[in-house]
């Protein structure tokens, strides 16, 4: 075979070498990217997978909802939802998956929708303005879901706020007014209002306190005190809020829920510091072989062209 008829064969093989290289250098970038994505959500969990733990074992550091008992009446449960904590974490759960597969796929569209456009197709050929814009593009859609997310909440949680928040004074509220014109026993009113002054903004700890120990007390002296129907776990909420422990018997037989929760609240967070290491340093690996082969692309590039 001349010299001749060689060229054509070795032109072809170089071409179908570069697709497979350049084959290559996507799946490393992608893959790069990936885990750069699933490094960012576990570092972000780190800091709210306590609460979503918590909320998987019936219990709250903070009160979030109002707990209602079975006296109240159906019209005051028209304004004030009940708190379902464990339906709340996978709420939770089922947002940031939405977000993560929604942001992740989505940059990559949009990037190639983009890379229609001969201004981005050429600045796209860089490495780097490349992952700078999925990374811009990744963290627009986060944030329009995110603000979705929480628009969806407050309009569920508007009516309630305007039922129990008030200014200075908890008198000005007007569930505090409701409850005055009630006949519902005094004990779950403090109860009650109790919730609501921690539910306030800023948190009205004086007067929640006031309620607290209202309420410890009557845990003492009331014998009806445990047919009002009062939820352990909320009244373990309100005296960790208020004097950072459990004080009554009642709040205290919550401890091993809470116990159980910091035992897996930490593993958690042991695990998901673990995944970020990794994530981003396997990321970090998988990035500088994507980079060698793209500066090999350019040098086989460069040598064809001379």
């Known amino acids: 075979m001349t010299e001749k008829n060689q060229y054509p064969a070795d032109i072809q093989q170089i071409e179908q070498g570069l697709k497979v290289l350049k084959r290559r250098k996507f799946n490393l970038t992608a893959s790069a990217l990936l885990l750069s994505t699933v490094g960012v959500v576990s570092l972000v969990a780190v800091f709210f997978q306590q609460e979503l ?15 209602l008992p079975y006296m109240i009446d159906g019209k005051l449960r028209e304004y004030v939802h009940q708190p379902d904590y464990f339906m709340n974490a996978f709420s939770w759960l089922g947002w940031l998956i939405l977000k993560l597969i929604v942001s992740f796929i989505g940059a990559f569209m949009i990037v190639g929708i983009l890379k229609k456009f001969k201004f981005f197709l050429i600045r796209f050929q860089s490495f ?19 603000y979705v997310q929480y628009e969806l909440k407050d309009d569920e ?31 779950v009113q403090s109860y009650l209002l109790a919730q609501t002054a921690l539910m306030h903004k800023p948190v009205d700890k004086v007067v929640a306190t006031v309620y ?8 003492q002296s009331d014998p009806q005190f445990l047919e009002y129907g009062f939820k352990p776990e909320q009244l373990w909420t309100i005296q960790h809020q208020v004097f950072n422990q459990a004080v009554s018997p ?3 037989s ?53």
């Open 53 to 67: 733990v918590f909320n998987s074992f019936g219990v709250a550091q903070q009160v979030q909802q109002i707990h």
């Open 157 to 187: 949680e508007s009516e309630v706020s305007a039922f129990v928040q008030y200014d200075q004074n908890i008198q000005q509220s007007d569930f505090y007014r409701y409850l005055q014109k009630s006949d519902i026993p005094e004990n």
């Open 250 to 252: 009642i709040a205290k």
């Open 212 to 219: 607290a120990e209202k309420l410890i007390k009557a845990e």
């Open 128 to 146: 780097i303005l490349k992952f700078v814009a999925w990374l811009i593009t990744f963290i627009v859609l986060w944030g329009g879901l995110s």
């Open 254 to 306: 919550v401890e091993a829920q809470v116990d159980r929760a910091n035992f897996w609240s930490n593993w958690v967070g042991k695990i998901l510091w673990g995944i970020t290491a990794v994530s981003f340093l396997l990321s970090l690996m998988v990035y500088m072989l994507a980079s060698r082969i793209s500066k090999r692309l350019e040098r086989i590039a460069t040598q064809l062209k001379s």
